[in-house]
């Protein structure tokens, strides 16, 4: 679960494993690059493709920044 | 009394924890009752601490401090801590009035999630001029002050009849506070606002602008600031879901402890709201009759009744209801489909046909403005 000012989202599969690797440690890079490795069996450039539009939405609701 | 079935009742999302109504400020569109709160009969730091654990235990996750003025109260950095505790992300609510370096510490040692803070107008005199307090170059400062924390920061502004016409510089001095979120919130008419509606109340040719910069600034501050704005609900076609449905989703409990559905639901007559002090809100949340008299659509009159929107916008606002109409059980009259539509088109006409009276002029000072236009509203009190 994620709470911001005025709402909560709830996270589950593979955007709650993007979003527990925000750590403000891990860059943008090294975030694909293990998910890329974890789901070893999808295509990376897709897996590099759908979490680049999750994060664009995550930073425009200001839940993350990168 | 009838019996209101409940078929499928969640727990409330979000406790609004109004902790005191005295404030510093005096702004014409105060959302707060016409009779405020007492400060003899404000809730302690032990009664809000309890209401904090039954809010987390009720499953709500959020508590918005809010009042009057938060920071009215000595105890806020206690408040803030007790609601962490209980598991709330808390959020802020202030004019930031009464906020020093020290004080701010506090809060963000207290764990705070989130502050927002009100700014009235981008120009300082007229900004002042509309909360009826020398508060404006103040926020600023402490705008400053609070960036220099991690911590999630919203500027909300309030805008009207006075100060729509300058819109985009509000927005450019709003984008130089540097916040994460902005709220741009058309006042709503209820409490000193609806007094005040006559000078408040914009014109269609400036909500039709507005919208049109509202739009061209989330395009261009996308991913940098987040706008949220909503459209007065005079100028819309459809009411506004107002709490997200009666006894839906908020909770309120007011600076004397009584809970409340919304910020106005005092002005309903013949009713009784509960109080923290004699009752738990899970048992306000689920049995109170206050909480179940409009909860779901068994109460609904028509044209609602058999409405297509009717689970989009539940009939709308109950007290604009009581206080347009006189009925709290009638359709919003903001509906275009309310058949007291006519109150609200009148109100629109009014507006419109006056386009007099709009915005400070230039050059004149805080106490110059508030002598040139004395008669144009009423400020908002203190509470006894």
């Known amino acids: ?3 911001y000012p ?18 403000g440690q891990r860059s943008f890079g090294e975030i694909i690059a293990e998910l890329q490795k974890e789901f070893g069996t999808t295509d990376p450039e897709k897996i590099r493709g759908d979490i680049s539009a999750f994060m664009e939405q995550l930073q425009r609701r200001r839940i993350i920044d990168y | 009394m009838q019996n209101y079935p409940i078929t499928k009742l969640s727990s409330p999302l979000a406790l609004i924890a109004e902790v005191t109504h005295r404030c510093p400020l005096h702004c014409v569109y105060c959302s707060n009752p016409v009779q405020l709160a007492g400060t003899e009969s404000e809730l302690s730091t032990g009664d809000w601490t309890g209401v904090f654990q039954q809010a987390g235990k009720l499953g709500m996750m959020h508590a918005h401090i809010t009042g009057g003025e938060p920071l009215a109260r000595t105890d806020v950095a206690e ?9 709330l992300y808390t959020n802020l609510i202030t004019s930031g009035i009464g906020l020093n370096d020290h004080r701010l510490a506090a809060l963000m040692g207290a764990g705070v999630d989130h502050i927002q803070i009100s700014f009235q107008d981008s120009r300082e005199e007229a900004a002042n001029w509309i909360a009826g307090a020398k508060a404006h170059a103040h926020k600023i400062e402490l705008s400053r002050a609070i960036r220099k924390y991690k911590v999630a920061f919203t500027v909300n502004l309030v805008v009207h009849r006075q100060n729509l016409d300058h819109l985009e510089e509000m927005i450019a001095f709003i984008e130089q506070l540097n ?14 606002a609806l007094a005040n509606r006559a000078a408040l109340m914009p014109t269609r040719e400036q909500v039709e602008k507005g919208v049109a910069i509202v739009a061209e600034a989330e395009k261009r501050l996308a991913g940098r600031i987040r706008i949220d704005s909503v459209i007065p609900d005079y100028y819309a076609k459809y009411p506004k879901a107002c709490m997200g449905g009666w006894g839906q989703k908020l909770m309120l409990v007011n600076p004397a402890g009584k809970v409340l559905p919304c910020h106005a639901a005092e002005v309903l007559p013949q009713m009784t709201f509960e109080n923290v002090r004699e009752r738990p809100l899970q048992w306000i949340w689920e049995e109170s009759e206050s909480f179940q008299r409009f909860r779901g659509e068994s109460w609904m009159p028509e044209p609602c009744r058999s409405c297509d929107h009717r689970a989009e916008d539940f009939g709308g606002c109950r007290c604009q209801a009581l206080l347009l109409t006189g009925d709290a059980a009638a359709t919003d009259p903001a509906c275009s489909l309310a058949p007291k539509h006519s109150l609200i088109e009148s109100a629109v006409r009014e507006s419109n046909a006056d386009t007099s009276g ?20 009423t400020y908002r009190t203190n509470p006894g």
């Open chain 1, 1 to 3: 679960m994620v709470l």
């Open chain 1, 6 to 23: 005025e709402g909560a989202i709830k996270l589950q599969g593979t955007g709650r494993e993007v979003l527990e690797r925000c750590d």
């Open chain 2, 179 to 192: 916040a994460d979120r902005v709220e741009i919130a058309h006042a709503q008419y209820y409490g000193w």
């Open chain 2, 358 to 377: 709009k915005g400070a002029t230039g050059g004149s000072s805080f106490v110059q403005l508030q002598q040139q236009n004395a008669a144009l509203w």
């Open chain 2, 79 to 87: 408040l803030v801590s007790a609601a962490r505790t209980a598991g």
